[in-house]
């Protein structure tokens, strides 16, 4: 059919989709491929062994609350003779511990704060109350030492502050990693 300037119209029709097994395997292989991309995610952003968050998280979340110019504090800490542990009782007992302390961790803090597996015997947490950063520390080593006595291991914690310790993360992590060592070095 014309239109009168010489262009004919012309009706398309969707086409008719049959679902063979081509396009069924095409899809298993989709959604296959969606699942292992959800699971790379995860491993990404989340420790596998304590399913706490990872660095990448706490980086995030440090960058949007100094973004906000709210002041917050960070805890480092560090597990005192945990290598023995591992070497003595075996990395069973030793991954066993760590979850332990994830676990008091993050049982411990409040909706919105952060507690993260930094790597190794390494932990931080992230607390968005600064003026309770201190009675959340001491929380968190009470919470945690009962399991850690058990195994004659012990934890050593540095805070920081943001703004008044340091106005970026790496120098808030220095600042809090130079406290924690300061405070493994009293307790020796």
């Not at 119209?9 to 899809?27: G, H, Q, S, W």
């Not at 968190?140 to 009962?146: C, D, P, Q, S, V």
Request: with cysteine.
């Amino acid at each position: 059919m014309s239109e009168g300037n010489g262009v004919e119209a012309i009706t398309l029709e969707p086409l008719p989709i049959d679902d063979t097994d081509e396009i069924a395997e095409l899809k298993a292989a989709l959604a296959a491929r969606d699942e292992r991309i959800v699971e790379l995610e995860q491993r990404a952003y989340r420790d596998t062994l304590t399913a706490l968050p990872r660095r990448a998280v706490l980086e995030a979340w440090v960058e949007n609350e100094i973004r906000r110019r709210r002041r917050f504090g960070l805890i480092f800490i560090d597990l005192d003779g945990f290598k023995e542990v591992n070497d003595t009782r075996g990395h069973a007992v030793g991954d066993r511990l760590l979850k332990q302390v994830a676990d008091a961790l993050h049982d411990n803090i409040r909706d919105g704060d952060l507690a993260i597996r930094l790597g190794g015997d390494e932990f931080a947490v992230a607390i968005r109350d600064a003026f309770a950063v201190n009675q959340t520390a001491e929380r968190l080593r009470t919470a945690a030492e009962w399991e850690l006595r058990i195994y004659g291991a012990g934890m050593s914690l540095g805070v920081a502050i943001y703004p008044e310790c340091a106005t970026t993360l790496p120098e808030l992590m220095a600042v809090a990693d130079r406290l924690m060592y300061a405070d493994k070095s009293r307790r020796r």
